[in-house]
């Protein structure tokens, strides 16, 4: 009976392995990012709890999605998402020129969003931060 139990937990986190790879399969195709980008938008959209949509602009009067451009996530808006962290991996979109997380509850920001060496414009007005990371003024300018 042991045997069987721990052959069945071995094969459902085999199957959700499969599926989170699937699904990170199609959002790369879907979007035509690298994969790496699309496991933030996946690690975004856990802690949203709905996928992100795609959207032609990203601007400040628009309240979420993700913009596109070649192959790099150039704008990411999630503005009023109830977000309380941003994951580490945020810094993995080294092409982000816009990020907007304004209307959230983030008490702090990833160090590592100091790798956003795009990044041009920074919505982060109706969170709980009293200080941001060290690193966002290592960032080239």
């Known amino acids: 009976m042991i045997l069987l139990d721990s052959f069945t937990r071995d094969f459902e986190k085999s199957e959700r392995q499969k599926e989170s790879f699937t699904e990170k399969r199609i959002m790369t195709e879907q979007y035509n990012i690298t994969p790496e980008q699309a496991n933030v938008l996946k690690d975004l959209e856990e802690l949203i709890g709905r996928p992100i949509p795609l959207v032609e602009k990203i601007g400040w ?74 690193s966002i003024g290592n960032r080239a300018t």
Do not use: C, M
Not at 82 to 93: A, C, H, K, Q, V
Not at 102 to 111: R, Y
Not at 113 to 129: F, H, Y
């Open 61 to 134: 009067a628009q309240s979420f999605g993700v913009k596109v451009e070649g192959d790099n996530v150039i704008g990411l808006w999630l503005y009023h998402r109830g977000l309380t962290t941003l994951p580490e991996s945020i810094g993995n979109l080294s092409s982000l020129e816009i990020l907007g997380v304004d209307s959230n509850q983030l008490s702090a920001l990833p160090e590592s969003i100091g790798n956003l060496s795009s990044l041009e414009k920074l919505g982060v007005r109706g969170n709980q931060l009293s200080t941001l990371p060290e």
